[in-house]
């Protein structure tokens, strides 16, 4: 049942993680058979915004459906958007299967998060973590290539029917193998709540994703921030909270804050590392995507020794040695300017976002009251969709400002961040030990 109960997050995960990489490669020909006059990247766009937007409602879904129902609900949906992608023949009908594609994938991706909660204890979940993790890394190398592999023989089309197979094994995996103790609960809904939370968010995308005068983003800004004061305020009163504010404590905001900067993080290794080996090392996309593979690799391994490494070092000291992994990874790239050294520092990278990554969900997971967990992991999960969603656009301009070259920039970020979230966890975390 595990072996099954794994499979199925791994493919979930992994349709929902290739879905844009898979698809970059296939843009020119979709702009000119669907003779697009937007900009091509509102392919991503909306299909992201859908994520953000659908997350979180997912622990209120959840608490009404169950666990299983839901994410069999999230892998219909996904279906049917990838279906509807596929039989586009108009760029708005494909932005609108887009839309619905990335609902199904928010509701994947949030459950996830949640599944392995219900499902193993420490220390067998950090293993489930870490092959779930481990996928985003995986993905990004496979996308491209199987990619490549359809765009040779077939249509663009078929990069959204491919889904499809996968998807109709993950649901056989679901129906059978989710087998476990969860109670629904019919609490009143927050509405009000629902409405203030969502006029936040949507002001907060317009001004970080829509192209403006800098006043207007400002007030945007100011505004967001305003009501976002009045929705904790409100969401602090009331007894059903859309989101339990109370309940972020100083360790789960500190927590959540560390998983969003290293979600920012992680968009300048991803995106920029293979972006910085071809333009600068001239190496091929195949080969600079296995250049820095050793990210997954290490990313896996680290969530098999961190049981080992708990054993002898505290929660706070863990995350200090993950912060100290992506310092030494970051300077070797800065330093020694060659492939080999970037292979040698995606290990070390890794490792920092392996066991980031793997110990925020933990500590979140089993600091939530059981009827706050779904909540509680769809606010992780939309932080760090957030910190995805912009990390893009906030290491692209580091990347080019010139202060140093190119992917230095992104790690003298790095190293500035690792050391101040030392600091942090040294005068601030005191967690109760998971």
């Known amino acids: 049942m595990k072996r099954g109960l794994i499979s199925a997050l791994v493919i979930i995960m992994f349709m929902s993680a290739i879905e844009t990489s898979i698809i970059s490669l296939a843009t020119p020909a979709i702009g000119k058979d669907l003779n697009a006059s937007q900009s091509l990247a509102l392919i991503f ?41 596929g039989l586009s023949y108009t760029f708005p009908m494909l932005l609108m299967a887009r839309l619905v594609q990335g609902a199904g994938a928010g509701i994947m991706m949030t459950m996830g998060n949640i599944i392995p909660k219900i499902a193993f204890e420490i220390p067998y979940r950090y293993k489930v973590m870490g092959i779930v993790g481990s996928v985003w890394g995986i993905s990004s190398i496979v996308g491209p290539i199987l990619g490549g592999v359809i765009l040779t023989y077939l249509n663009w089309s078929y990069l959204f029917y491919v889904n499809v197979p996968l998807a109709l094994l993950a649901i056989y995996l679901v129906v059978k193998y989710f087998k476990f103790d969860e109670t629904t609960q019919q609490t009143p809904f927050d509405f ?61 905001s500190i927590v959540m804050g560390t998983d969003m900067l290293y979600a920012i993080m992680m968009m300048g290794t991803n ?81 920092s976002f392996g066991t980031v990554f793997t110990k925020n969900i933990v500590t979140i997971q089993e600091s939530a009251k059981p009827h706050q967990l779904g909540t509680m992991m769809s606010t992780y999960s939309l932080l760090k969709f957030i910190g995805s969603t912009t990390g893009s656009i906030i290491m692209s301009i ?21 050391l101040l979230l030392i600091i942090i966890y040294e005068l601030l975390f005191k967690p109760k030990r998971v």
């Not at 459906?65 to 999230?74: D, H, N, Q, V, Y």
């Not at 939370?197 to 945007?220: G, K, N, Q, S, T």
């Not at 100290?324 to 995606?346: H, K, P, R």
Request: charged share 10%; with cysteine; glycine share 6%.
């Open 271 to 351: 995106i920029f590392l293979p972006i910085y080996l071809q333009t600068e090392k001239g190496l091929s996309p195949l080969l600079a995507g296995l250049t820095t593979f050793t990210i997954s690799i290490f990313w896996l391994t680290s969530t098999f020794i961190l049981k080992h490494i708990e054993a002898i070092l505290s929660t706070k000291r863990v995350y200090q040695l993950s912060f100290f992994y992506m310092i030494i990874g970051s300077l070797i790239i800065f330093i020694f300017d060659s492939a080999i050294a970037v292979t040698i520092a995606s290990a070390f990278l890794g490792l």
């Open 398 to 418: 580091i990347y080019y400002n010139g202060s140093f070259k190119s992917i230095d920039n992104n790690m003298v970020f790095g190293i500035g961040a690792a």
């Open 192 to 252: 009000k709540g629902l409405i203030l939370f969502y006029v936040f968010l949507a002001l907060l995308l317009c001004a970080l994703l829509i192209h403006m005068h800098w006043m207007i983003h400002l007030v945007l800004f100011v505004v967001a921030i305003s009501i976002l004061a009045f929705f904790i305020k409100y969401e602090s009163t009331t007894r059903h909270p859309f989101i339990p504010v109370t309940a972020f404590t100083k360790t789960i």
């Open 45 to 85: 766009t909306t299909y992201m915004i859908a994520i953000v937007m659908i997350t979180p409602l997912v622990g209120e879904l959840m608490k009404r459906l169950g666990a299983k129902r839901l994410m069999l609900i999230g892998v219909i949906v996904f279906i049917i958007g990838s279906m509807l992608s």
